[in-house]
């Protein structure tokens, strides 16, 4: 398990920032986040654990990043994959000509926890992008996407459940086995349940995940999902054997039959109480060890506007690290009604790694030659 003292940290990805502090003219920033980049940035104290890199919590994949201020006071930012961008920001806003190299997908994979902790999580996820803008009347709003995701859930709070139900399904197909019925075991011999992003959204009861609210955690559905497609897998499983009965001569009626109802008989108590013996303790287990929160949209303080199409949170409530993922901020602007900058400097970093708390350290130097904060002169 991941140590406060490793991940004693908030760390976040600044995303695409522009900002036209008085209105003199348009301020374009353009220039992606090559993500192999963050592994020097990120090296974190007290030993091996990494957020980024290899062998770290996290691989991200190519980042586009452009922002645009102009000087009506109207803006809109960009992070992620560059295909995205016309949908995201508008056709006749951009094109994914010019967001920046490099134009490959925005992809990431988490890897949190063990076999041995309660609960271990492994997630791919497909395209990221987020988008933000405000017009020059001061309105702003985000838009972002997530082309896909599949998260593998293991630990030692979900192998022995999965091993209880393995003993009489293992027995039960050897049965039909032996009578010519070959069907594959359901139950993964590694301990483990593999969820879609369709699982996680029928989990949910939504047919989109753009129909979630802001800042959803999607973690929040993983054990219901986890039940849910462990339940439906062993059941039709069972569905096909008692099908199969007809079809066998003899032995069918007389040997597979019965094996089916000495098998339901441990099966069905197991499958009936999945949501108390596993559900909740699964749910426990997640929530102390990660979040994954989408479209997560945050009014700043200095009148700016930012959104996050994934927010990765590691321990309770995000307490040990907080990533963000395809960031794009807008505002405040110089323009006829737009809020008027305060301080540029701390509107932002484009393509950058803020890192505060004892856990990091902080290269400084490096950061300000990063900075993509665009003002105008």
């Known amino acids: 398990m991941l140590s406060s003292d490793v991940l004693d940290s908030l760390v976040a990805l600044k995303g695409a920032t522009a900002v036209d502090s008085d209105g003199s003219g348009d301020v374009t920033s353009d220039t992606p986040l090559d993500a192999s980049a963050i592994a020097g940035l990120v090296g974190l104290q007290a030993g091996t654990t990494n957020l980024f890199g290899d062998n770290g919590i996290i691989q991200l994949g190519a980042v586009g990043q452009y922002a645009q201020a102009n000087d009506d006071g109207s803006s809109s930012a960009f992070s992620g994959a560059v295909s995205q961008a016309p949908s995201l920001i508008g056709v006749s806003t951009v094109t994914p000509s010019n967001v920046g190299a490099p134009t490959a997908d925005s992809t990431a994979e988490i890897a949190l926890g063990s076999t041995t902790d309660p609960v271990s999580l492994d997630?791919?996820?497909?395209?990221?992008?987020?988008?933000?803008?405000?017009?020059?009347?001061?309105?702003?709003s985000g838009q972002y996407t997530l082309a896909d995701a599949g998260i593998t859930v293991g630990g030692s709070v979900l192998s022995p459940v999965l091993a209880s139900l393995n003993t009489p399904l293992q027995t039960l197909l050897g049965v039909a086995s032996g009578l010519g019925v070959n069907v594959a075991d359901p139950i993964s011999s590694?301990?483990?349940?593999?969820?879609?992003?369709?699982?996680?959204?029928?989990?949910?009861?939504?047919t989109s995940?753009?129909?979630?609210?802001?800042?959803?955690?999607?973690?929040?559905?993983v054990p219901a999902a986890v039940v849910t497609v462990v339940t439906n897998a062993v059941n039709g499983v069972l569905t096909t054997l008692q099908n199969a009965v007809s079809t066998i001569p003899v032995l069918g009626p007389t040997v597979l039959a019965p094996a089916i109802a000495t098998a339901q008989a441990v099966i069905n108590p197991i499958l009936s109480g999945l949501t108390g013996t596993l559900e909740g303790p699964l749910g426990a287990a997640i929530t102390a060890l990660a979040q994954l929160a989408v479209n997560v949209q945050t009014h700043n303080s200095d009148g700016s506007f930012t959104e996050t199409a994934l927010r990765v949170g590691v321990g309770p409530n995000g307490s040990l690290a907080s990533v963000d993922l395809a960031n794009a901020t807008v505002g405040p602007n110089a323009g006829p009604v737009a809020v008027p900058l305060i301080n540029p400097s701390s509107a932002g970093i484009a393509g950058g790694v803020a890192l505060l708390g004892g856990g990091a350290w902080f290269l400084a130097g490096l950061l300000r030659r990063r900075r993509l904060l665009a003002t105008a002169a």
Request: glycine fraction near 10%; charge should be negative.
């Open 209 to 221: 995940i753009n129909d979630l609210p802001p800042g959803t955690n999607l973690l929040t559905y």
């Open 123 to 140: 997630v791919t996820l497909g395209a990221l992008a987020a988008s933000a803008q405000e017009t020059a009347a001061g309105d702003q």
């Open 190 to 206: 590694d301990g483990t349940v593999t969820l879609t992003l369709q699982d996680l959204l029928d989990a949910a009861g939504v």
